[in-house]
Every structure is written in C-alpha cells, then in structure tokens.
C-alpha cells in the first residue's frame, strides 16, 4: 500500500508535538472504499487537557466513531492533534464540541460521534457526546 503524498507524519520519525489544537493538523487520505458503510472507532484512552479557571490537568477516555465518505483520518496526526490538548485550557464539552467540528471539516465523514468520559472531579464524572449530523438517531454506540 503506497502512501499520500499529502501525508506529513506517517513513516517518519517526527516528534515535535503542536503547541495548541489551533495549530495541528488532521491529516487525510482516500477511503478506499466509499461505497461502503462502515464505522471507524478510535480510541484515546489517555486523553488530557487543562481546566481553564483552576489550571489543574483534566484527563479522559475520548472516542471517535465515525463513516467515512470520501476521506478517512489518518491515526498519526491524529495522535499529534490529541496531544495538542495536552497544555490547552478548555471545558470538557467545549473540547468534545471542538474535535467533533475538527473531524468533520477534515474528511467530512456521512457520521461522526465523539464521546469523552473524563476523569471524576469533586466526585461527579462527566461524559460529553457530540454527534454529526446533529440527530439522535444515527451511529449507534456501544454502552
């Protein structure tokens, strides 16, 4: 299988991570099948970012399910564009809300779900879910 050449990071030893989610790049390649509905699940188990009033580290399991159309994501950039997160102050549902919005305007897949279950602060748990399109009805998630 050759690669893109539009693919920076895939097979290359880069390890500079991008200082902010502003910065990073999803990166894409053809869906080699488009004619086809299957699902995508990505899995980030080690998820984290910075909650913006107290400045201490947020952590989460975030997922991505998506069906791809024309393009699917490629997991390297992805891995740099999680990262990113890493020192980047936001809300939890603001950083679901974002990535969800990243991923469409990258490869513009038929559906897409983020979930993000982050760590329990002040003993409540939160898990935020964002979808695409915007109705209940679609992908449906395993529990």
Known sequence: ???????????????????????AVLETFPNRTPGRNYRI????????SICPVTGQPDSAHLEIYYIPDEKCVETKSLKFYLA???NHASFNEAIVNRVLDDIVKACAPK???VRGKFGARGGIQLTCEARFPDIEETLRLPE
């Not at 299988?1 to 991008?18: I, K, Q, V």
């Not at 699940?41 to 984290?48: G, I, K, R, T, Y």
């Open 111 to 113: 559906q897409v779900v």
């Open 1 to 23: 299988m050759s690669s893109s050449p539009d693919l920076t990071l895939l097979g290359r030893s880069e390890n500079r991570l991008p200082a902010s989610p502003d910065v």
């Open 84 to 86: 990113s997160y890493r």
């Open 41 to 48: 699940h990505l899995s980030a188990p080690e998820f984290s």
